[in-house]
C-alpha cells in the first residue's frame, strides 16, 4: 500500500519448516532500478533517441522484462526459495515503482495518498456487482461507502438524492461510456458530437454503440468551437444532438463553455426534450466547483451526466470513478438479474468494492476545505512553472482554469520516457496535480534547459509550435523576436 509499511523483500534460510521474512537488515537498494523501454522501430530494433515520433505497432514490447510464471519444485515449502524468489521479484519492482514515481509529470495521477489504514480489508473479496442502491444476495460488498461517495457528488453537482442514479465505475473511461450509452438510450436516433480534442474514449464510445459522431473543431486553446458547432448542428436539426462537454481537454486541459454550449443549442431550435449533454469531467471535475469564474458544472442545468476519475484529483491506487445521471434516464438501461437479487444498469458486471472505501476514505480526510487547498496549490504551482518556462525562452501555454501546461516537445525520447511525458505531435505537456511540489518542477526544470542547450547548438532552434498554443505563447526564433 502507498504510504504504508515497507515491504521486506526476500526470505530468510528455512526456520522450522517454514520461510521467514528477513528483518531491516534486508537492503532494498542494492537491487538495481528497472531501465527504461528502448525505442523500438516497426522491425524490432532499437533506435537511439531522435526526434522523429516513432511508430506504434502492435506486438509484445515488454517480453524482455516481463515476469513468468515458473512451477513450484517439490521440495518449495521446506526450503522457501520460491518465496524467496517471489520477495526479490516485489522488490526490485517496488524500488522500480519509487523512481518512476519520482519522474512523473505528464499524466493527471495525485500520487499524494497514504491508505494504510485500509489494509486490513485487502483479505477481502469485496464486489460491488450489480445496483448500488439495491442490495443483492452477495453479502461481502461496500454498498454503504459507495452511496455515501456518491451523495457527496450529488451535494457537489447539485442534484437531489432522491432525483440521481450512480455509481462507482472502474474508469473514467467507463464513465463516458455509461453517459453516452444512457444518452443514445434517450435519443437512439440522436447524433453524437464531440471536440475534436475529447478523450478517445468518447470515439471509442460512438464506434462501440455504432453511433454517427460528428467531430468540432477547438479553440486555440483546446476549447470546443461553438461557431462550428453551430454550423454542424443546424446541418442535422432533424435529429436529437447528443453532446460531450469536455471539463477539461486531455492534451490541453481546456474547459469546454457549458453555458455557452447549451444557449449554442437553444439558439439552433433545440428544445431541452431534444438534446443530452454528458460533461466528461476526468479530472477537472473535481477542479472546477473551487476555481472562481470556471464554468459551472450544476444538474441544474439540462445536462444529462456527469463522469470523474476517482484515481486521478483524489487520488487512490486502483483506477476507479463516479458516473451520475438523472434517474429518469436510467430505467431504459436497468433490469431485473434474478441470479443477483438485484438489478443492474452499470457497464460492468463485478465491480471493485475497494474503489468507494479509498474514495470515501479520502473525501472524510479532506473534505471539500481540504480539496479546495489542492486546487489552488496545483493552479499556483502550473503558473510557476508556466512563467519558469517563458523566462527561460521556451515556448508554453496554460489555460487559465487548467493545471496542464503545455510546451514545445522534448527533442530527446529518453528525456520523455523519464519524465513519462504526454506528447501529442510537436507538443507536450505536465499536469501538476497535489503531489507535484516547486522543488519537483525545478529538478525538472533545470534537467529540461540543461539537455536543451546540447539539443540547440548551432543553426539548430527550437521549433514553432504557435499552431498549437497560440503566437503569444510561442518562443521560437521568429515570434520571440516580436516581444
Given at each position: 500500500?502507498?504510504?504504508?509499511?515497507?515491504?521486506?523483500?526476500?526470505?530468510?534460510?528455512?526456520?522450522?519448516?517454514?520461510?521467514?521474512?528477513?528483518?531491516?537488515?534486508?537492503?532494498?537498494?542494492?537491487?538495481?532500478?528497472?531501465?527504461?523501454?528502448?525505442?523500438?522501430?516497426?522491425?524490432?530494433?532499437?533506435?537511439?533517441?531522435?526526434?522523429?515520433?516513432?511508430?506504434?505497432?502492435?506486438?509484445?514490447?515488454?517480453?524482455?522484462?516481463?515476469?513468468?510464471?515458473?512451477?513450484?519444485?517439490?521440495?518449495?515449502?521446506?526450503?522457501?526459495?520460491?518465496?524467496?524468489?517471489?520477495?526479490?521479484?516485489?522488490?526490485?519492482?517496488?524500488?522500480?515503482?519509487?523512481?518512476?514515481?519520482?519522474?512523473?509529470?505528464?499524466?493527471?495521477?495525485?500520487?499524494?495518498?497514504?491508505?494504510?489504514?485500509?489494509?486490513?480489508?485487502?483479505?477481502?473479496?469485496?464486489?460491488?456487482?450489480?445496483?448500488?442502491?439495491?442490495?443483492?444476495?452477495?453479502?461481502?460488498?461496500?454498498?454503504?461507502?459507495?452511496?455515501?461517495?456518491?451523495?457527496?457528488?450529488?451535494?457537489?453537482?447539485?442534484?437531489?438524492?432522491?432525483?440521481?442514479?450512480?455509481?462507482?465505475?472502474?474508469?473514467?473511461?467507463?464513465?463516458?461510456?455509461?453517459?453516452?450509452?444512457?444518452?443514445?438510450?434517450?435519443?437512439?436516433?440522436?447524433?453524437?458530437?464531440?471536440?475534436?480534442?475529447?478523450?478517445?474514449?468518447?470515439?471509442?464510445?460512438?464506434?462501440?454503440?455504432?453511433?454517427?459522431?460528428?467531430?468540432?473543431?477547438?479553440?486555440?486553446?483546446?476549447?470546443?468551437?461553438?461557431?462550428?458547432?453551430?454550423?454542424?448542428?443546424?446541418?442535422?436539426?432533424?435529429?436529437?444532438?447528443?453532446?460531450?462537454?469536455?471539463?477539461?481537454?486531455?492534451?490541453?486541459?481546456?474547459?469546454?463553455?457549458?453555458?455557452?454550449?447549451?444557449?449554442?443549442?437553444?439558439?439552433?431550435?433545440?428544445?431541452?426534450?431534444?438534446?443530452?449533454?454528458?460533461?466528461?469531467?476526468?479530472?477537472f471535475g473535481l477542479m472546477m466547483p473551487f476555481v472562481k469564474r470556471a464554468p459551472k458544472v450544476s444538474f441544474k442545468k439540462?445536462?444529462?451526466?456527469?463522469?470523474?476519475?476517482?484515481?486521478?484529483?483524489?487520488?487512490?491506487?486502483?483506477?476507479?470513478?463516479?458516473?451520475?445521471?438523472?434517474?429518469?434516464?436510467?430505467?431504459?438501461?436497468?433490469?431485473?438479474?434474478?441470479?443477483?437479487?438485484?438489478?443492474?444498469?452499470?457497464?460492468?458486471?463485478?465491480?471493485?468494492?475497494?474503489?468507494?472505501?479509498?474514495?470515501?476514505?479520502?473525501?472524510?480526510?479532506?473534505?471539500?476545505?481540504?480539496?479546495?487547498?489542492?486546487?489552488?496549490?496545483?493552479?499556483?504551482?502550473?503558473?510557476?512553472?508556466?512563467?519558469?518556462?517563458?523566462?527561460?525562452?521556451?515556448?508554453?501555454?496554460?489555460?487559465?482554469?487548467?493545471?496542464?501546461?503545455?510546451?514545445?516537445?522534448?527533442?530527446?525520447?529518453?528525456?520523455?520516457?523519464?519524465?513519462?511525458?504526454?506528447?501529442?505531435?510537436?507538443?507536450?505537456?505536465?499536469?501538476?496535480?497535489?503531489?507535484?511540489?516547486?522543488?519537483?518542477?525545478?529538478?525538472?526544470?533545470?534537467?529540461?534547459?540543461?539537455?536543451?542547450?546540447?539539443?540547440?547548438?548551432?543553426?539548430?532552434?527550437?521549433?514553432?509550435?504557435?499552431?498549437?498554443?497560440?503566437?503569444?505563447?510561442?518562443?521560437?526564433?521568429?515570434?520571440?523576436?516580436?516581444?
Amino acid at each position: 500500500m502507498a504510504g504504508g509499511a515497507e515491504i521486506k523483500a526476500a526470505a530468510s534460510p528455512n526456520v522450522n519448516g517454514k520461510a521467514e521474512i528477513w528483518n531491516d537488515n534486508f537492503d532494498p537498494t542494492a537491487i538495481r532500478v528497472e531501465p527504461l523501454p528502448p525505442v523500438v522501430s516497426e522491425h524490432g530494433v532499437e533506435k537511439p533517441s531522435e526526434r522523429k515520433s516513432r511508430e506504434i505497432v502492435l506486438g509484445r514490447n515488454v517480453h524482455t522484462t516481463c515476469h513468468s510464471i515458473t512451477e513450484p519444485e517439490v521440495n518449495d515449502e521446506q526450503t522457501g526459495d520460491k518465496e524467496a524468489q517471489m520477495a526479490g521479484v516485489l522488490a526490485r519492482y517496488r524500488k522500480n515503482l519509487m523512481d518512476r514515481t519520482k519522474h512523473h509529470l505528464g499524466y493527471p495521477y495525485n500520487l499524494d495518498f497514504d491508505y494504510g489504514a485500509l489494509a486490513q480489508l485487502q483479505h477481502f473479496s469485496i464486489n460491488n456487482l450489480g445496483d448500488p442502491f439495491i442490495e443483492s444476495n452477495y453479502g461481502v460488498h461496500s454498498r454503504q461507502f459507495e452511496v455515501g461517495v456518491l451523495d457527496w457528488f450529488a451535494r457537489l453537482w447539485e442534484i437531489e438524492e432522491t432525483k440521481y442514479w450512480g455509481y462507482i465505475t472502474n474508469c473514467g473511461t467507463e464513465g463516458n461510456l455509461h453517459g453516452i450509452l444512457v444518452g443514445r438510450e434517450v435519443f437512439p436516433d440522436g447524433i453524437l458530437y464531440a471536440s475534436r480534442e475529447s478523450h478517445y474514449s468518447v470515439f471509442k464510445a460512438a464506434r462501440m454503440y455504432r453511433m454517427e459522431c460528428v467531430k468540432i473543431d477547438t479553440l486555440i486553446s483546446g476549447e470546443i468551437d461553438c461557431i462550428d458547432l453551430r454550423v454542424k448542428l443546424l446541418a442535422n436539426k432533424d435529429k436529437p444532438a447528443i453532446l460531450n462537454v469536455n471539463i477539461g481537454t486531455t492534451v490541453k486541459g481546456a474547459v469546454d463553455d457549458l453555458d455557452n454550449v447549451i444557449q449554442t443549442l437553444e439558439e439552433c431550435g433545440f428544445s431541452h426534450d431534444r438534446f443530452y449533454i454528458h460533461c466528461d469531467g476526468a479530472l477537472f471535475g473535481l477542479m472546477m466547483p473551487f476555481v472562481k469564474r470556471a464554468p459551472k458544472v450544476s444538474f441544474k442545468k439540462p445536462i444529462g451526466s456527469v463522469s470523474v476519475s476517482g484515481h486521478k484529483f483524489v487520488g487512490c491506487p486502483m483506477p476507479c470513478g463516479v458516473q451520475i445521471t438523472r434517474i429518469e434516464h436510467i430505467n431504459v438501461l436497468s433490469s431485473n438479474v434474478e441470479y443477483l437479487a438485484s438489478r443492474d444498469a452499470t457497464i460492468m458486471g463485478s465491480r471493485n468494492g475497494h474503489a468507494p472505501i479509498f474514495l470515501w476514505y479520502t473525501l472524510n480526510r479532506k473534505g471539500y476545505k481540504g480539496f479546495q487547498k489542492d486546487v489552488q496549490k496545483c493552479l499556483r504551482n502550473a503558473h510557476y512553472l508556466k512563467d519558469r518556462l517563458h523566462g527561460a525562452g521556451i515556448s508554453a501555454m496554460l489555460n487559465e482554469l487548467s493545471s496542464t501546461v503545455v510546451f514545445e516537445r522534448p527533442r530527446d525520447e529518453e528525456f520523455i520516457r523519464r519524465w513519462q511525458l504526454a506528447c501529442e505531435g510537436n507538443i507536450a505537456h505536465v499536469v501538476v496535480m497535489p503531489n507535484v511540489t516547486i522543488e519537483k518542477l525545478d529538478f525538472f526544470l533545470n534537467e529540461l534547459m540543461e539537455k536543451r542547450s546540447t539539443w540547440y547548438q548551432g543553426h539548430v532552434q527550437s521549433p514553432c509550435i504557435a499552431a498549437e498554443i497560440g503566437k503569444d505563447n510561442c518562443y521560437c526564433a521568429l515570434h520571440k523576436s516580436k516581444k
